[in-house]
């Protein structure tokens, strides 16, 4: 039965052609901006690191004097940076900030390029499951006693070297030859969890260096400096030193007791620093620190404006307004059809038959407008791409996009057709037989 | 078979209440061939509607095959309708998108028949009356004679006890409406009772039995069976005796 009706419901969409695209127009336009603010949405809702969001933490740090910030800031001191690297090393930790260097190769094929790259721990590969295509990353010990290594990406060494495996090739960062001991295949979390606050939906770096050469080569900042006090940081060295913060800092901490133990090493330290006349706002120890899983990290960083949410709700409102007029168009298809329906009704069609007959119809007309639907939404998201410089992980659509928006305008039109076919059903037989 | 015991059926509009049918008595025995006839108003197409549970009745007894159907609800009303009774109307009523054979299936698919037995049932009816050739026709294509024969076909391929109609010919030329009558004359000797409404009298006469309905009520019983003789006594005690 329910294939004849979809033959029914396919002969009624093209006897009414004109009326039939007004529908399909009218769904397609509500789905495709539902569907363009949801994909938007949900990318930003992403957790990248799934499981291991529980276990990895950004570590925050209640540093500043009393009567400044009221907020956790993001980012930690270096001072606090190394002396926790120090303090803690059972645990796998990282400290690291984001820089931009010039970058060169041994080639005529590579023009010099200045580029963003992530000073980091060895434990930054691990953490956050970096897969590496050829070689490794760099040892711990690098970590203490610094070494002229780095990590590319794969994309990269294509760019570079134009592929392979180039462990041990020389490149050149601020005209240092660095010695490349990894190649990492294709990684780039999106949002950025490990960085939220230099773009969510920024691509992560090409090229990563030990945090420990930090000190010696003093690599500029590329990422925000906040002070909440005013000190003269005329170089590097004053940086260094003062209560700026600039820091990233992060510890997988993979148990409760685990978590709880890394609390207490955090409150110790905070208890020692402030006998050394440090942490001076009036919170306990216990309370100056904070430890964020993934998802609390890309809470805290906003990652999810305001404004999206705002414009997924007007996307649904905007959705039902559309249903209001779909329901009104359906209204007028059916009832012309009033009189069919009376002669099924008298030879042998229940309420049931009529209404299941309807329904399916309204189904097919939501699914067409599903369906370009989605087109128009995958048009939307390349326009914000191309003229509105949307990061291109936002506007690519989610796989889940081609099950959901159909669903979500069957669900509509569905909804929208429960009247007409209600009223259509109810036709008395008798009334238009006379008729015709 | 069709037993209605001061059946009356009252229409309110906002400003009239119309007796439609008022004190209505009528038994139909299995096999007969009633004419309705009567003046235009007179309740003729409600009685029709009310006989094939089209339509409800506001009092009185209605039995139906043995059933009593005053109190059935809508689906089991449709279920009758689907399974006892077929419809021919004044104006064919085929659905305009569907072929001739498509129109005809309608019924069978909601009694939830098989394909194959649909396909041979539609196969006899449209050569019962006589369009075996043109399943793929739309009923457009065609011209009244032929779709109220289509219509029979609908009504036939059901296999009905009952067959309601009403003015069948009263869209169709003389001959044509002729040719209509001999399809249902036939039918009718294959053992489906008929009741048929005309306001031809000449093809109510032909009829084994003729009804009139005025003002809602029957009236007047007048037989005409001047082929079987024998048959008109049993008929006229029948009707003595109600
Ligand atoms: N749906 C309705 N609402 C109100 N009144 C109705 C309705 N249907 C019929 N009537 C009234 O009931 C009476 C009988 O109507 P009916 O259609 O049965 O007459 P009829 O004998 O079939 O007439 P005709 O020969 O013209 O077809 C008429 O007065 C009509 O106005
Ligand atoms: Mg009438």
């Known amino acids: ?93 990282l400290a690291q900030m984001r820089s931009g260097m010039v970058i060169q190769v041994d080639s005529d094929k590579f023009e010099p390029e200045l580029r963003a790259v992530r000073v980091t721990d060895s434990d930054f590969f691990s953490m956050f499951s970096v897969p590496f295509l050829y070689g490794t990353s760099w040892g711990e010990q690098v970590d203490k006693d610094a070494a002229y290594h780095v990590v590319i ?68 900042v590329w990422g925000n400096i906040s002070g909440w006090k005013h000190e003269d ?4 060295s004053d940086t260094v030193k003062s209560e700026k913060v600039w820091i990233q800092y992060w510890v997988e901490l993979n148990s409760q007791e685990s978590r709880q133990q890394y609390k207490q090493i955090l409150t110790g330290y905070i208890d020692e620093q402030k006998a050394l006349g440090r942490f001076t706002d009036n919170k306990t120890s216990a309370d100056s620190s904070r430890l964020n899983t993934v998802a609390q990290w890309l809470s805290i960083a906003e990652v999810i404006k305001e404004d999206n949410r705002i414009l997924v709700g007007l996307s649904f409102l905007f959705l039902s307004v559309c249903l209001v007029n779909i329901l009104g168009l359906i209204l007028t298809k059916f009832l012309k059809r009033t009189s069919e329906v009376g002669v099924r009704r008298a030879i042998g069609a229940s309420r049931m038959h009529i209404f299941s007959q309807y329904m399916v119809e309204v189904g097919i007309i939501g699914l067409l407008g599903g369906l370009v639907g989605l ?62 | 078979m069709l037993k209605m015991n001061k059946v009356s059926k009252v229409f309110k509009t906002e400003l009239v209440e119309t007796h439609a049918l008022r004190d209505f008595n009528l038994t139909v025995n299995e096999g007969e061939f009633v004419a309705v006839t009567g003046p235009s108003g007179s309740g003729k197409t409600t009685f029709l509607n009310i006989a094939g ?10 039995e139906l095959d043995g059933i009593d159907v005053a109190n059935l609800n809508d689906n089991q009303r449709t279920q009758i309708r689907n399974e006892k009774i077929g419809f021919i109307f004044q104006g064919f009523n085929l659905i305009p998108d569907l072929n001739l054979a498509e129109n005809v299936e309608v019924p069978l698919r909601y009694r939830g028949m098989g394909r194959k037995e649909r396909q041979q049932r539609v ?7 006589g369009l075996g050739s043109r399943h793929k026709h739309l009923p457009s294509q065609l011209s009244g004679g032929q779709q109220q024969r289509v219509a029979i076909a609908r009504a036939l391929a059901g296999e009905p006890r009952f067959l309601l109609a009403d003015e069948p010919t009263g869209n169709l030329d003389s001959l044509m409406a002729r040719q209509v009558m001999e399809l249902l004359e036939d039918i009718n000797r294959k053992g489906t009772t008929i009741i048929m409404v005309t306001h031809d009298p000449e093809l109510a006469r032909r009829a084994q039995r003729n009804i009139q309905i005025v003002d809602g009520q029957v009236c007047d019983f007048t037989m005409y069976q001047p082929q079987q003789e024998s048959n008109k006594d049993v008929q006229l005690e029948e009707a003595l005796s109600e």
């Not at chain 1, 570079?160 to 960062?173: A, C, I, P, Q, R």
């Not at chain 1, 601020?174 to 969510?200: E, H, L, T």
């Not at chain 1, 048009?379 to 291109?392: R, V």
């Open chain 2, 53 to 62: 549970l089209l339509e409800p009745f506001s009092q009185g007894e209605f």
């Open chain 1, 375 to 436: 087109a128009l939404a995958s048009g939307m998201l390349y326009l914000l791409g191309e003229k509105f410089g949307m990061d291109s992980s936002l506007i690519s659509m989610s796989n889940s996009m081609w099950f959901i928006a159909p669903f979500i305008a069957i669900m509509t039109t569905l909804v929208a057709g429960i009247f007409p076919a209600w009223k259509v059903c109810h036709t008395k037989p008798s009334v238009y037989l006379k008729s015709q």
């Open chain 2, 123 to 129: 196969n006899a009816a449209l050569e019962q009356v």
């Open chain 1, 1 to 93: 039965m329910f294939l004849h009706y979809l033959d029914l419901a396919w002969r009624s969409i093209r006897k009414t052609p004109a009326l039939s695209l007004l529908m399909v127009t009218a769904i397609a336009i509500g789905i495709g901006i539902t569907t363009t603010t949801l994909n938007i949405y949900q990318m930003m809702a992403l957790n990248p690191t799934g499981e291991r969001s529980e276990q990895l933490h950004a570590v925050q740090l209640w540093s500043h004097g009393p009567d400044t910030w009221d907020e956790f800031h993001m980012q930690i001191t270096y001072q606090d940076a190394m002396n926790l690297r120090n303090l803690a090393p059972q645990f796998k930790q």
């Open chain 1, 233 to 236: 940081t005329k170089n590097f």
């Open chain 1, 153 to 220: 990406s794969e994309k990269y060494n294509q760019k570079m070297f134009g592929g392979g495996d180039n462990v041990g090739k020389t490149v050149y960062l601020n005209r240092k030859p660095y010695q490349v001991v990894g190649i990492v295949d294709n990684w780039n979390p999106q949002p950025k969890f490990f960085d939220p606050m230099n773009g969510a939906f920024r691509d992560a770096e090409e090229v990563f260096v030990p945090f420990s050469l930090l000190p010696i080569e003093k690599f500029q």
